[in-house]
């Protein structure tokens, strides 16, 4: 009997003593995590792996700190076959999120919602994990999170982006404009309005929230274009010029910014800076020049330089003879060039013969009615 009990109490001392130095070993680990010894932490275990749920925990911990994220997830899922705790759960499936195991992610964040149906965070983050596999009934994720929380913006994000996909615009709008009334400087959902607005063709209310971004936050360059493109379909000249020029800081050899600002300065009247950016146009592109030719064309004609217009115009048609306005503007800078109209009959004559069987030709009236008008007058000319 005395060694019944000899060893018994043996045994559980030394189950004490383990479980003593098991939680000694936790809360060195602890320590060293506090003051950032991450490396000596992980030197502790060189040769095992922790046993206890809070040896796990506490390195996992320590691996996340140094961003060996796989580390912690298996040490994250050895732990939670002990104990299924609350916030270790939550961090375990983020942790899985952020090395897009999705599937993983999925269940886990499943389990916890089924657990916890009232918690927003849990039903906003498994709308995440779902975003992968393209589920066509991933708003109800979202705007469960908003019922749950009306404040959650990252939830009004991530709905008004969903409808943004599949083209729901006006749903996509509605669901920015009522997280901008939790947060009217948003940077996220602010961006994304003004983009929705954009894609949907409202220009001038999309110029609205652009330029609200514009105040609090540095634009990028993609939607610097959708502004300026915004600007110049409103025909706010100055302000496509403005956001022409930002664009050429960020860019100054694009032949693109080059060609677009050329052509609103064209619009403008003021034909000098068309030209030049014309001609920076033509020096940064090394294919298609037509369209810049083009502009460059008007250019001259607005400064009068018929002779050099008409030459510039000709180079248009000899890259694309389906320029329908480069007939037009070619023949007018030859009409105001030559007195003498049977120099001019022959531009007017090559629109006739390109674009006479062109049933949505755009410029035929007005150009054949001017070709009428020029034969009619060489005609009473002659009879003279």
């Not at 680990?29 to 506490?58: H, M, V």
């Not at 952020?98 to 993983?104: E, H, L, R, S």
């Not at 920015?176 to 939790?182: G, P």
Request: with cysteine; glycine share 2%; charged share 25%.
């Amino acid at each position: 009997m005395y060694k019944f009990w000899k060893t018994t109490i043996q045994v559980v001392l030394a189950c004490l003593l383990i479980s003593f130095k098991a939680q000694s070993q936790a809360s060195q680990l602890d320590s060293l995590y506090a003051i950032g010894e991450y490396s000596k932490a992980i030197g502790l275990y060189q040769n095992q792996i922790p046993s206890t749920f809070n040896e796990r925990i506490s390195l996992a911990k320590i691996y996340l700190a140094k961003q060996q994220n796989s580390k912690a997830i298996n040490l994250y899922k050895l732990a939670l076959n002990q104990k299924q705790v609350l916030k270790h759960r939550f961090t375990y499936a983020q942790l899985l999120l952020g090395q897009k195991q999705y599937k993983v992610a999925d269940s886990v964040l499943t389990q916890l919602h089924i657990d916890y149906p009232k918690n927003a965070e849990f039903v906003y983050q498994l709308g995440l994990s779902k975003k992968q596999s393209n589920t066509t009934n991933l708003d109800q994720y979202f705007a469960k999170a908003i019922a749950l929380d009306s404040t959650h913006l990252r939830a009004y994000y991530e709905l008004a982006y969903f409808y943004t996909n599949i083209k729901s615009y006006k749903k996509a709008q509605e669901t920015c404009l009522n997280a901008l009334k939790i947060d009217s400087k948003h940077k996220k959902i602010l961006g994304l309005l003004a983009q929705v607005l954009y894609n949907d063709h409202a220009y001038k209310l999309a110029l609205t929230y652009f330029k609200a971004f514009d105040k609090h936050y540095g634009v990028p360059e993609f939607m610097l274009k959708k502004m300026a493109f915004s600007a110049w379909y409103l025909q706010d000249l100055e302000l496509a010029i403005n956001y022409y020029n930002r664009l050429l800081q960020l860019e100054p050899k694009s032949y693109r910014y080059h060609q677009n600002i050329a052509k609103v300065y064209n619009a403008s009247g003021n034909f000098k800076s068309g030209m030049r950016h014309a001609f920076s146009a033509l020096r940064n592109k090394d294919v298609s020049q037509a369209k810049i030719y083009y502009e460059l064309g008007v250019a001259f004609l607005g400064t009068k330089q018929y002779k050099l217009a008409v030459s510039t115009f000709e180079k248009v048609i000899d890259e694309t003879p389906s320029y329908e306005l480069a007939y037009v503007k070619l023949a007018r800078a030859a009409d105001l060039l030559y007195q003498d109209k049977s120099k001019v009959l022959p531009y007017f004559e090559r629109y006739e013969t390109y674009f006479d069987e062109v049933e949505d030709a755009d410029y035929k009236d007005f150009m054949l009615r001017r070709l009428s008008d020029i034969r009619r007058k060489l005609h009473f000319d002659s009879a003279k």
